[in-house]
């Protein structure tokens, strides 16, 4: 039986007249790498700065290890924290930059030595470890500030939007390395995004901040395939889950890849035009509207004409109870 | 007539005669420090260019007994405003930075307003406070440097905390952050982290506040009378009509003000001087 | 914002406050509560009885009259200066360079060296160059019939010479703040050098020209060195100097509250202008 390493309950944030967040509870297992997902500027940022204490809640507690540290100050509560920006201290070389949280500890020298060392070649960074970090690349930097995370061995992990910064080809295998460090280490991480992809590829469990709320809290595979809301089927996934009516009172809801594209005149199917296309690979996927005039997007393995008319048949879908805002929960 | 073309002349005409009304007194002071009397105070109608040039008048200066004292004064009380500023500023600034705004407002305010009271107001209940002193310390705090530093630091650490919040303001906001996160204390993160980052603001505010109590001289006359600062020596001479003396003492004066002032024009802003209190 | 972490920053300011109020607020009260004592009476307003017997309706006037005209100066250089300093010109440097030299001057120096250039008789460099231009030499620093007018003008520029630099640079602070596209709008609207000045310049330097108003005004107000040695009327701060008695201060202190009161109405309008501006 796992036990809590983090738990927030009923956290509110407000600025001036706008809250931020309102009433947030969760609770993150030790060794979970969960995410928290959601578009910008929603407070993402927010919450994690309040669970390392940068920032005070309005309202609610913040426990780790069962302990309450909602009134602690940020130095006192042990965890790691990782920055968009990697927040480097300029006036130091990577070696000082990694040492600091040790040095902080008061721990002695050699063993403050070793321990850098030691974290610096887990992040392969040790042939840099002398560099001024004005010196070292961007992918370089973000490695500084990981193994300057990891060199004391604290509680919790709490990472906001590290990769954001990268290029693409340098995110995509930072990726993969956050992922064996966290597995390796076996220590519990909180790690902020956007990007649903990152999230995808790097959660055990995610979960899904919209206007200040969590809709969903589960699995990535799970709110792909059940999005509680019509917001988040459109937000998560490579191309946003469609929406159809099927009679007045609902909506079904369903994947590309759970319909299919059937010949014209089959039964039960429903056509629509094909507006555009896009490749990826061996798929098309075929961006369409129906003659009602919503749109939908398919996935279909041979080419279309754009203009053609062609039907699909839903396998699979999920329902949705109106009224017709995104906000609309799921039913079935 | 094309208003454009004239501009131009115009406006190098305007900044040449601004530019005039600053160096033409530094270019007088260094005729009257250097130039034999005859062709300066002597004549009635003074040459603007000297004929001749003279070394006299600085080694007299320089040799006359009555430069040591008030130059080690003049000194002592520079540094020890200038590290007070430092000492009291630094952490001022940075528990500015870090409280409400509200409160930190009424602060920057308080700290204004220190710089508006009239020196003469504040100077003469000072001297009976540093008077009765005397019970406890031999002398009291009248006539000392420290007493005189003290009185001085009115100017100086407002100037110094305003010009610091902007030093530490201007730091990436990530940083602190995570200096906390990683588990130092406040006072540790401003020592380790924020005054190296920001080392121009404090060796720029050192520089200020030093230049400042040089050129001082109200508290200096009446808080300080027995063993004057250079300032007070060279209002002696004034007074007295020894314009020759005055004239050395003075280039000796403004001697570290032109070095301290290239080395500050490259940092001075006008925000600094505003506190903050535009908005 | 931690209870400990707001508890460590108050006391990180603590020691400025307190220096703050032992150094210049408490003083300022004991100078007020003294201006009402005699060394034989309490609560007393005889002080403030003997004053216009020393000229203190004058030493007033007189206060008034410089920091009026003395601000005016400065103010009106200063834009000038401000106005030429913000766009890059061959000389530029050399230019500010030579306005932050007075500023770190002495105001002894600075005295002196006016001193020089305004006195009569031998000496005087102003009148030197004058006589280039076949005028003869002016008094400006002697009291006579009708030399109330140069002896304010010797002062004002002695004084602007040192202090039209702070007034620039808060000037020049508020000009970067103003967008460039206003006044290309401006221009393409027709509107000429004194039209962008006076309709788009100066409604949003508002704030900075009135906290500049407020420091230089008031260090006006308190002007002293320069006052002692190059103008021969008295003003409250030399007023306020010459009653000083370390026998009987309290004579001193009446001057000196006079001075205090006179401060903060200034500094009262200027601030109530300039939030009724905002």
């Known amino acids: ?332 | 007539m094309n208003g454009k073309s004239l501009r131009k002349p115009a406006f190098y005409v305007g900044a040449a005669l601004l530019g005039l009304y600053f160096l033409y007194p530094l270019y007088v002071l260094f005729l009257l420090a250097f130039v034999p009397v005859q062709y300066t105070i002597g004549s009635i109608n003074p040459p603007q260019i000297p004929p001749a040039l003279t070394l006299s008048h600085l080694v007299t200066a320089l040799s006359s007994p009555d430069l040591i004292s008030p130059l080690e004064k003049s000194l002592e009380t520079a540094f020890i405003v200038g590290g007070i500023a430092l000492l009291v500023g630094i952490p001022a600034a940075y528990g500015l930075t870090k409280l409400s705004r509200r409160l930190s407002n009424t602060i920057s305010t308080m700290l204004f307003l220190t710089n508006m009271m009239p020196a003469l107001a504040i100077a003469i209940p000072i001297i009976a406070e540093y008077i009765s002193l005397g019970k406890y310390i031999p002398g009291g705090l009248y006539d000392s440097a420290l007493g005189l530093a003290l009185a001085q630091e009115l100017i100086a650490l407002p100037l110094t905390v305003f010009i610091l919040v902007g030093a530490f303001e201007s730091l990436p906001r990530d940083l602190e952050a995570q200096a906390r996160v990683d588990g130092a204390s406040m006072f540790r993160t401003l020592f380790l982290l924020l005054v190296p980052l920001a080392k121009a603001g404090v060796a720029a505010s050192f520089l200020l506040s030093w230049l400042l109590s040089w050129d001082e001289f109200t508290f200096a006359v009446l808080i300080s009378p027995i063993h004057p600062t250079l300032q007070v020596v060279i209002y002696d001479n004034i007074t007295r009509g020894n314009i020759l003396a005055s004239s050395a003492f003075a280039l000796i004066v403004t001697i570290p003000v032109i070095v301290l002032a290239l080395f500050l024009q490259r940092f001075l802003r006008g925000e600094m001087l505003t506190g903050g209190l535009t908005g | 914002m931690k209870w400990t972490d707001r508890r460590i920053a108050i006391l990180l300011t603590l020691p400025a406050i307190i220096y703050v109020v032992a150094f210049a607020f408490y003083p300022i009260v004991l100078a007020v509560y003294g201006s009402f004592q005699t060394p034989s009476q309490h609560n007393v307003l005889s002080n403030y009885q003997l004053l216009p017997s020393f000229g203190i309706y004058e030493a007033i006037d007189n206060t008034l009259v410089v920091t009026g005209f003395a601000l005016l100066w400065q103010f009106i250089v200063a834009f000038a200066a401000a106005n030429m300093l913000i766009k890059q010109f061959r000389g530029r440097s050399v230019l500010y360079a030579s306005m932050i030299i007075p500023y770190a001057s002495a105001t002894v120096v600075a005295a002196f060296i006016f001193g020089n250039i305004f006195t009569t008789g031998q000496g005087s460099y102003l009148n030197s160059f004058l006589s280039v231009f076949g005028i003869s030499p002016i008094n400006w620093t002697g009291v006579y019939e009708g030399s109330y007018p140069l002896n304010v003008l010797t002062i004002v520029l002695a004084d602007g010479w040192k202090n039209i630099s702070v007034v620039a640079l808060i000037l020049m602070a508020g000009m970067t703040t103003i967008p460039q596209e206003i006044y290309r709008a401006a221009e393409i609207d027709g509107a000429g050098t004194v039209q962008k000045f006076f309709r788009i310049t100066l409604p949003n330097l508002k704030g900075y020209i009135a906290i500049a108003l407020i420091i230089r005004g008031v260090s006006e107000f308190n002007i002293f060195a320069i006052a002692l040695l190059l103008f021969p009327y008295k003003l409250l701060t030399t007023l306020t100097y010459g009653l000083y008695d370390i026998a009987n201060p309290y004579l001193s202190y009446a001057s000196a509250t006079v001075l205090l009161g006179l401060v903060l109405v200034f500094a009262v309008i200027v601030a109530f202008y300039r939030s009724r501006g905002t």
């Not at chain 1, 003659?291 to 996935?299: N, R």
Request: net charge positive.
């Open chain 1, 1 to 332: 039986m796992t036990s809590i390493k983090l738990e927030i309950t009923n956290l509110t944030k407000i600025y001036g007249k706008k809250t931020v967040l309102s009433n947030l509870s969760l609770q993150v297992k030790t060794g979970e790498f969960f995410v928290v997902l959601g578009p910008s500027g929603e407070g993402k940022s927010t919450l994690l700065k309040m669970m390392a204490g940068i920032e005070d809640p309005d309202n609610g507690r913040v426990l780790i290890d069962g302990k309450d540290v909602t009134d602690e100050a940020p130095n006192k509560r042990n965890i790691a924290m990782v920055f968009q920006s990697y927040a480097l201290y300029p006036n130091m070389k990577v070696r000082g930059n990694i040492e600091f949280p040790l040095k902080m500890r008061h721990l002695p020298k050699d063993a403050i030595k070793e321990k850098a060392l030691n974290a610096a070649r887990l992040l392969k960074i040790d042939d840099i470890i002398d560099q001024p970090i004005t010196k070292i690349s961007g992918g370089q930097k973000q490695r500084v500030a990981l193994a300057r995370a990891i060199v004391r061995d604290p509680s919790l992990f709490l990472l906001d939007e590290p990769l954001s910064n990268l290029d693409a080809r340098t995110r995509f295998s930072a990726r993969g390395e956050l992922k064996r460090i966290q597995r390796e280490l076996g220590q519990t991480f909180v790690f902020v995004t956007h990007d649903q992809k990152e999230a995808a590829s790097l959660a055990d469990t995610v979960g899904v901040l919209h206007q200040g709320a969590f809709e969903q809290i589960a699995p990535f595979q799970q709110i792909y395939d059940n999005p509680k809301t019509k917001w988040i089927g459109d937000f998560v996934g490579d191309f946003p889950m469609n929406f159809i009516p099927a009679d007045q009172y609902s909506e079904i809801g369903f994947r590309p890849e759970w319909a299919r594209i059937v010949e014209t005149g089959t039964k039960e199917a429903t056509s629509a035009k094909v507006e555009s296309i896009e490749r990826v690979g061996d798929i098309h996927y075929l961006f369409c509207r129906m003659q009602s005039g919503v749109a939908v997007t398919l996935k279909g393995a041979e080419a279309k004409e754009i203009g053609s008319t062609i039907s699909f048949s839903v396998d699979r879908y999920n329902t949705y109870q109106k009224p017709a805002s995104k906000d609309v929960t799921l039913v079935s």
